[in-house]
């Protein structure tokens, strides 16, 4: 460590931009994950719920949407149904608006139509499905949410493509940095090298203070940006709260037996986020370290 630390004395520039470029990339790929998790997590939320309300004729009852339900399960795109009932249309409406007793004074079960709550295999088949809908006799409305689940499916596609391009180019910016940075380090000791070769020091003895120079700028990068990002979810906490109001908890994926939620974050969130940022830190620093000990120390 001590030997680690007096090169970095010997030359700072170079050391500073290495872990710089590396706390960028790292931090940008940690904002890149929270994004696209908490996005998707989002849309799975949208797409669990029902994407399509057919609402029945007022005349019509539960035995005449039989038929409807059978149609619509027959195309293969449907992947749940739900029948509500006017007595429970009445239920759901008294509880949404149970604050405010002049929306309830005036509303009974006659007016309010029964309905069947459709959720689709993916969001692509909503415009199908309500086409079907819409001929049954039995229909007297169809109200669905293809705008709201095209709307997060195109934010999260554009977040995904721009991201990875981002994040590539940072990458590769990094391991150019680090590659010429190590690369400069090896040509100053050249001598030393020369040195020690010929007192039969091994080639792993002779690379591999390098190689863990390049470690250690990973992993100097990957802490300080993990620290960032925690801070940044710490901190955009109450934002995304209140934005996010009257969304429950999202998961992101299930770990038995842990569920890790993206929102509110978990302690287990957290560790994946800085797993997965150290990872990403030390495969750079290594595979670069690698490459410049291979081509300078031919």
């Known amino acids: 460590m001590s030997n680690m ?22 931090f940008v790929i940690g904002t890149f994950f929270i994004l696209i998790a908490g996005s998707s997590a989002i849309l799975s939320y949208f797409e669990s719920k029902p994407q399509l309300t057919v609402f029945l ?53 006659d007016i309010l139509p029964a309905s069947l709550d459709v959720s689709a295999i993916a969001p692509v088949y909503l415009s199908a499905l309500a086409d079907v809908a819409r001929q049954d006799p039995v229909v007297d409305e169809v109200v669905f949410q293809k705008d709201v689940v095209d709307t997060l499916l195109s934010w999260t596609s554009t977040v995904r493509k721009v991201g990875i391009v981002f994040i590539f180019f940072l990458m590769f910016s990094t391991f150019l940095i680090l590659f010429t940075s190590i690369g400069m380090k090896i040509a100053m000791r050249r001598e030393e090298i020369g040195i020690l070769r010929l007192v039969g020091a091994t080639n792993w003895y002779i690379r591999k203070p390098f190689i863990l120079e390049g470690l250690m700028y990973g992993w100097v990068g990957a802490f300080t940006s993990s620290v960032l990002v925690s801070i940044l979810i710490l901190y955009s906490q109450p934002y995304l709260s209140s934005f996010l109001r009257g969304i429950p908890t999202l998961s992101l994926v299930q770990i038995p037996p842990v569920m890790i939620t993206v929102w509110p974050p978990s302690l287990t969130f957290y560790v994946l986020v800085w797993l997965l940022l150290t990872t990403c830190g030390l495969v750079i620093g290594l595979v670069g370290s690698m490459f410049a000990v291979s081509r300078y120390m031919r």
Do not use: C, H
């Open 57 to 109: 004729k007022s005349d019509k009852d539960e035995q005449a949407a039989a038929g409807l339900t059978d149609t619509l399960k027959a195309s293969g795109k449907v992947a749940t149904i739900t029948y509500v009932s006017q007595e429970q249309a009445l239920a759901i409406y008294r509880e949404q608006n149970k604050d405010d007793p002049l929306l309830l004074e005036m509303v009974t079960a």
């Open 5 to 26: 630390w007096k090169r970095f004395r010997r030359s700072p520039y170079q050391a500073i931009a290495a872990v710089f470029m590396m706390f960028i990339t790292l």
